[in-house]
């Protein structure tokens, strides 16, 4: 029997559209594309993008304005044509197409919670990820958390909503190579135990309330134990970058890395951290949790959206708006070896549940449900 012939998007993944600096979606996509064929499917790339610019997918027949454009202006049984049995987009660009529409909806942030998102992309965003809910066929929830979002934001049917978590490669359950790690370290002037923060720099992920935590830690700690911030620089984020610039020239123990685009780097960067604090305030999954319990790092999470789902209980929850909760955290899980440890192990075990292998293996589920219907 032949495989399974799947399109699935891959703009977001490109080096030349995106610089290297993959945000959750393109880190979505670029581990389906690596996983899926493990699953039975043979996966063939389509980016949106000029053709100078692709390396991994096949570019699209138009660019997705005009696609959009086309879209509109035509009747809707004009459809574009694929050589595929199916096409999931991974993303909010969707056309009509002549093969059934798997589409992920991460979130719908920019309904739910529009003072998170720029306003100048707000109402272009909402328009577009609508349409994607109303074109696609069936739709994948990152999160049972993300459902209820999508059912109210988008007026998605539950019935065509299945959740299929995301999840970290299995080469992060094994540690790097140490002289790897400590390479990467000192390139960065880091040693080991330092608080870690990863993500891109914006008011939802709640790095301002992570730096005002840190700073009132007791001396003592902070000398011993670096904020390392990882993250490129996001939408309202200007006043938290002239913080961090400032606590850095004014000797606090605090360091920004904007520039990390290698795997290895941040997985040698995670493997030297002592804790993640990752107090987010909407997540609808948080990719980073994964990688930091793979990596054997306790974490801090927050206690709302889909972070409790995630952890499952293998993390410090805190209220996300408390920066006294959230120092109080910092200091527990650094002096409290039994909390520790207990965090490291349940950490490791979610984090087994919560590959990639097991996030294609059930979504080519999905796609064989689909083509049964």
């Not at 202006?73 to 459809?79: E, K």
């Not at 920066?323 to 200091?331: D, F, K, N, Y």
């Amino acid at each position: 029997m032949s495989a399974l012939r799947v399109g699935l998007s891959s703009t977001t993944t490109e080096p030349g559209l995106t610089g290297g600096r993959l945000d959750g979606i393109g880190v979505y996509s670029k581990a389906l594309l690596g996983a899926l064929p493990g699953a039975g499917v043979a996966v063939q790339p389509y980016s949106f993008g000029p053709a100078g610019a692709l390396s991994v997918g096949r570019r699209m027949p138009h660019a997705f304005p005009l696609s959009t454009l086309r879209d509109l202006a035509t009747p809707r049984f004009v459809r574009q044509r694929m050589d595929v049995d199916l096409f999931h987009a991974t993303d909010y660009r969707i056309i009509r197409m002549d093969k059934p529409i798997v589409a992920t909806l991460h979130d719908a942030l920019p309904i739910a919670y529009p003072h998170w998102c720029n306003p100048r992309l707000r109402q272009l965003k909402n328009w577009l990820q609508a349409k994607a809910a109303r074109k696609a066929d069936h739709v994948i929830a990152v999160s049972h958390f993300a459902v209820a979002e999508l059912v109210q934001c988008f007026g998605v049917d539950e019935r065509r909503i299945s959740v299929v978590h995301n999840g970290v490669d299995e080469t992060w359950l094994e540690a790097p190579p140490a002289a790897a790690r400590d390479a990467t370290l000192a390139r960065h002037g880091l040693r080991q135990g330092y608080y870690l923060f990863v993500g891109t720099l914006q008011p939802r992920k709640n790095v301002e309330r992570i730096l005002q935590a840190y700073l009132g830690l007791p001396a003592v700690v902070r000398a011993a134990r670096k904020l390392v911030v990882v993250g490129r620089p996001g939408w309202r984020s200007a006043d938290l970058q002239r913080q961090l610039r400032a606590a850095a020239e004014r000797g606090e123990n605090v360091r920004w890395l904007d520039q990390i685009t290698d795997e290895a780097e941040l997985r040698h960067l995670y493997a030297g951290a002592g804790a993640l604090v990752f107090p987010s305030l909407h997540e609808g999954f948080g990719i980073p949790i994964v990688e930091a319990f793979a990596s054997r790092v306790p974490v801090i999470a927050g206690n709302g959206s889909a972070l409790p789902e995630v952890c499952a209980g293998a993390a410090l929850a805190v209220d996300p708006l408390s920066v006294p909760a959230i120092g109080s955290a910092m200091l527990d899980i650094v002096r409290d070896d039994a909390l520790r440890a207990r965090c490291i192990a349940a950490g490791e075990r979610r984090a087994v549940q919560l590959t990639w292998r097991e996030t294609a293996r059930k979504t080519a589920a999905v796609y064989k449900n689909i083509l049964k219907q």
